[in-house]
C-alpha cells in the first residue's frame, strides 16, 4: 500500500511563506511525475504546479514566480515552497503522484489527505 501524506500548511500573513512537502512510502516500483493541486471552498480542485522524475516543472499561471516545485528522488518526497502568499491561496493542498507499482509499469494514482493553507489579509 502507497501513501502520499502532505504536510506544511498553517495559517500565514499576506506576503508570507510556506513550505510544503509530500512523502511517498510503502511498496513502490518508481514515481514518475508528482503534482500539487488546491480546492478552495466551493470551487473545483485545480492544478498548482507539477514535477517529472527528470526535474522539468511546470506551473499554474497563478502561482508562476511565486511557488516553487522540488523533489528529493532518494527521499521520495516533493516540496511546494510558496512565497508572496495571497489570500486567494487559501485552499486546501494536495498531492497527488502516479505511482508505478512494479518493473511492469502498472501505475496507480494516488492522492494525499490534503494540508490547509490559509492566507490572511
Known amino acids: 500500500q502507497v501513501q502520499l501524506v502532505e504536510s506544511g500548511g498553517g495559517m500565514v500573513q499576506a506576503g508570507g511563506s510556506l513550505r510544503l512537502s509530500c512523502a511517498a512510502s510503502?511498496?513502490?516500483?518508481?514515481?514518475?511525475?508528482i503534482h500539487w493541486y488546491r480546492q478552495a471552498p466551493g470551487k473545483e480542485r485545480e492544478f498548482v504546479a507539477g514535477?517529472?522524475?527528470?526535474?522539468?516543472?511546470n506551473y499554474a499561471d497563478s502561482v508562476k514566480g511565486r511557488f516553487t516545485i522540488s523533489r528529493d528522488n532518494a527521499k521520495n518526497t516533493a516540496y511546494l515552497q510558496m512565497n508572496s502568499l495571497k489570500p486567494e491561496d487559501t485552499a486546501v493542498y494536495y498531492c497527488?503522484?502516479?505511482?508505478?507499482?512494479?518493473?511492469?509499469?502498472?501505475?496507480?494514482?494516488?492522492w494525499g489527505q490534503g494540508t490547509q493553507v490559509t492566507v490572511s489579509s
Open positions: 510503502g511498496n513502490f516500483f518508481s514515481i514518475n511525475s
Open positions: 514535477i517529472t522524475d527528470g526535474g522539468t516543472k
Open positions: 497527488h503522484a502516479p505511482v508505478v507499482a512494479d518493473p511492469r509499469g502498472i501505475t496507480y494514482d494516488y
